[in-house]
């Protein structure tokens, strides 16, 4: 029953070293979002891909990068990742982006640990 | 700019008590307006949301809320707390000209004491 699963759940780097965080989805939706989710925080877009269209939040770092494969996968990369950077990552998908009223699916986030 | 304000950053209740979680809205125009809970180390699941019409909505796990435009709220509330609603509870409204873009409130963390 999975919808939108992501992996690893828990993922360790090295300051500075590329890492690369999974998302799929069962759904078939033209959506996906990465939101990075600092302790206590509310999450916080870094970009969307409306079916192959990518779209970057302004205030995103470049250190962030997303793939989109297919329908199916999306994948959020960091080139070089900071102490910063440790943070829930989730992704979540929705069926369009039309009107702002669409549901967002959430996966169960990835927690990166930077040390 | 559009913006979404929980005022309470905690809030503790009684297993049985009632609950309501207060949420405000910046927004030009009607919101869409929604409510996620968050278990710890989870993603996030979406409770109920708000688009037009009846201004009470009925969400998942016996929780509603209520849209009022002249307050620009949709406080959430749930009558009998179970200790299973311990969780952080974020509230959103979506962007009907970004993308479906969600911005969320800083959050209410619910705590239930035995």
């Known amino acids: 029953d999975a919808m939108v699963i992501q992996n690893p759940r828990y993922q360790v780097t090295q300051f500075g070293k590329p890492v690369t965080l999974s998302c799929s989805q069962t759904?078939?939706?033209?959506?996906m979002y990465w939101y990075q989710q600092k302790s206590s925080q509310a999450p916080k877009l870094l970009f969307h891909?409306?079916?192959?269209?990518?779209?970057n939040e302004a205030d995103t770092p470049d250190n962030f990068q997303s793939r989109r494969p297919n329908t199916s996968f999306c994948f959020l990369d960091i080139r070089s990742p900071g102490l910063g950077d440790a943070a829930m990552y989730l992704c979540?998908?929705?069926?369009?982006?039309?009107?702002?009223?669409?549901?967002?699916?959430f996966g169960p986030g990835t927690r990166l640990l930077v040390l | 700019a559009q913006s979404v304000t929980q005022p309470d950053i905690h809030i503790t209740v009684s297993e049985g008590a009632s609950l309501e979680l207060r949420c405000n809205y910046s927004?030009?125009?009607?919101?869409?307006l929604f409510w996620y809970v968050q278990s710890p180390g989870q993603g996030l699941q979406l409770l109920l949301k708000?688009?037009?019409?009846?201004?009470l909505v009925q969400g998942i796990k016996g929780f509603e809320a209520e849209f009022k435009r002249s307050q620009s709220s949709f406080n959430l509330r749930k009558p009998s707390v179970h200790w299973s609603d311990a969780a952080e509870y974020f509230c959103?409204?979506?962007?009907?000209?970004?993308?479906?873009?969600?911005?969320f409130g800083g959050g209410t963390r619910v705590l239930v004491k035995p």
């Open positions: 979540a998908t929705s069926r369009d982006r039309s009107g702002g009223g669409e549901t967002q699916y």
């Open positions: 959103a409204v979506g962007h009907k000209a970004a993308g479906n873009k969600l911005t």
């Open positions: 708000y688009f037009s019409g009846d201004t």
């Open positions: 927004y030009g125009a009607t919101p869409y």
């Open positions: 759904l078939n939706h033209n959506v």
């Open positions: 891909y409306y079916d192959k269209d990518f779209n």
